[in-house]
C-alpha cells in the first residue's frame, strides 16, 4: 500500500515545524518518569535504551583520556583514530572499504540521518520511507521542505518491502530511499536476497541514494548472517549511506555518538550541516568509541544472548493473549504486536487509546503503532530486566483478558 503524507505548508522553516510532532517516544517514556516521580509504580516499555551499563573497557578510555586532557574541539567529521576504527569495523564486519574522507562522526546516529536528509532533500524532492518506521524519519524530511512517501507493508509479508512496490513509487523526484534492519520498531531484518530483490530495482534508477540505517545490526540472532544493504548490493555501493553508532549495541545511549559511510560528495555536504550546527561531538566520548569499536565484542554477545532469552519469553507469551497478533522476528529489542482484536474487545477507539489505558489500568508504558506509521499495533521494548517484563506481562494479561 503507498500514501503520500498529506500536504502541508513547506513554503517556510515555521510552517515545516508547525506541521512535524514531538517524538512519540520520547514523550511517552518522559510521561513514564513524570508518573514514577508522583510515586506510581510505572514500567516503562516504551524507551529504545539498553537497560545494561556502558562496559568498563569503554568506561576507562573515557576516562583515559580525560586523564590526558583530550577535553579541546576535534575535527568537524570526528578524530583521525576513530574514522580509523570506522573503516577497520566496516571492512571486518561489513565488507565495506571506505577512506577517511568517506566518515563523518556526529553526534547520534539521529544527527547522522538528519545531516543527510538536509544534504540532499529541498522542494519538489521526495524520500521513500518504509513503514513502519522509525518515528523521526518522516518529521526529518518534511524539515527539509522535501516530501516523505510512506510505502506501507504487512505483517503478512513481515513487513518487507516488496519491489514491485518500490518500483511503482520511484520517479525523477525521487532522491532516498530510507531502510532500516534490523527495524525499529519491529525487529525484523532483511535478508541478503531480499535487499538484491531491491537492488535489482534501484539499477534502473541511478539518481536515487540509498540511507542503510544499521544501528542494531550486532542485536541480532537470525539463522542467517546479517548483511548489510551496501554488501549485499556491491554494485550500489557508491550509491549507498551506511548509518550506525555505537548506542544500541554497545549501551552507550548517553554517549551520543553515531558514524556513517557513503560517497564522499554526501560525507561532505554532510560535514558542511555539522559544521554550521553542533560541530564535533564530544571528544571524550569519541575517545570512549574507539575503545569500543577496538575492543572485544564478548559484552555485546552476553547482552544478546539475554535480549534474545527475552524475546522468546516476550513472543511466547504475547501470541497466547486474546487479541493480540505477532510474527516471530530476530533482532533489535522490540515486540510489535498487532492488538486490534483487543481493542475491539476492550470497546476502545484505536491503539492510542488502547496505549492510553495500558498506562492508566496496568501502569505499563507502551507506544501506540500509529507513531510508526502502523495503527492496530503497539511496540513493546523488552531492553528491561526479564523480572519486570514478566511483571509487566501479569499486568496486561490481567487487564486485556
Known amino acids: 500500500m503507498i500514501q503520500k503524507q498529506k500536504k502541508s505548508n513547506h513554503s517556510s522553516i515555521a510552517g515545516r515545524i508547525n506541521i512535524i510532532q514531538p517524538s512519540a517516544t520520547l514523550t511517552i517514556s518522559a510521561k513514564a518518569m513524570e508518573l514514577r516521580a508522583q510515586g506510581l509504580d510505572i514500567i516503562s516499555l516504551s524507551q529504545g535504551e539498553p537497560d545494561f551499563d556502558t562496559p568498563k573497557h569503554i568506561k576507562k578510555g573515557a576516562i583515559q583520556a580525560i586523564n590526558r586532557g583530550a577535553t579541546k574541539y576535534t575535527a568537524v567529521d ?8 570506522i573503516i577497520n569495523k566496516f571492512s571486518k564486519d561489513n ?12 553526534s547520534g546516529a539521529k544527527q547522522t540521518c538528519y ?55 520511484l520517479n525523477d523526484k525521487t532522491r532516498v ?3 532500516n ?26 539518481n536515487v541514494l540509498i540511507a542503510s540505517d544499521e544501528i ?6 537470525g539463522k ?97 493473549i486474546n487479541g493480540f497478533k505477532l510474527q516471530e522476528s530476530s533482532g533489535a529489542f522490540y515486540a510489535f504486536p498487532e492488538v486490534l482484536g483487543a481493542i475491539n474487545r476492550l470497546n476502545l477507539s484505536d491503539d492510542i487509546e488502547f496505549s492510553k489505558y495500558l498506562l492508566e489500568k496496568a501502569q505499563i508504558a507502551v507506544i501506540p503503532g500509529s507513531a510508526f506509521g502502523a495503527p492496530g499495533h503497539i511496540r513493546i521494548s523488552f531492553a528491561t530486566s526479564m523480572e519486570l517484563l514478566e511483571e509487566a506481562m501479569d499486568r496486561l494479561k490481567r487487564v486485556v483478558e
Open 224 to 320: 542467517e548472517r546479517y548483511y548489510s544493504f551496501a554488501d549485499a548490493c556491491p554494485d550500489l555501493f557508491n550509491r549507498t549511506i551506511t548509518i550506525n553508532g555505537l548506542s544500541k549495541a554497545y549501551a552507550m545511549t548517553g554517549w551520543r555518538i553515531g558514524y556513517c559511510g557513503g560517497p564522499k560528495e554526501i560525507i561532505q555536504a554532510m560535514k558542511k550541516i555539522q559544521g554550521q550546527s553542533t560541530s564535533n561531538a564530544s571528544s571524550i566520548s569519541q575517545a570512549a568509541s574507539i575503545s569500543a569499536l577496538n575492543g572485544s565484542l564478548d559484552y555485546v554477545v552476553s547482552m544478546v544472548r539475554e535480549y534474545k532469552n527475552r524475546y522468546h519469553y516476550l513472543f511466547n507469551t504475547l501470541e497466547k
Open 181 to 206: 534492519s534490523p527495524s525499529n520498531p519491529t525487529g525484523f531484518t532483511y535478508s541478503k536476497n531480499q535487499y538484491q530483490e531491491i537492488g535489482e530495482v534501484l539499477k534502473d534508477f541511478p
Open 115 to 169: 545531516n543527510l536528509f538536509q544534504s540532499i532533500l529541498e522542494e519538489g524532492t521526495e524520500a521513500i520511507i518504509v513503514s513502519p518506521y522509525w518515528v523521526s524519519y518522516p518529521d526529518m524530511v518534511t524539515l527539509t521542505g522535501g516530501t516523505p512517501i510512506i510505502l506501507r507493508t504487512t505483517s503478512q509479508n513481515n513487513f518487507k518491502l516488496s519491489a514491485v512496490d518500490l518500483r511503482s513509487l
Open 78 to 85: 570526528g578524530t583521525p583514530e576513530l574514522k580509523e576504527a
Open 216 to 221: 542494531y545490526e550486532h542485536i541480532y540472532w
Open 177 to 179: 530511499l530510507m531502510l
Open 95 to 106: 565488507n565495506l572499504i571506505y577512506q577517511p574522507e568517506n566518515i563523518l562522526v556526529s
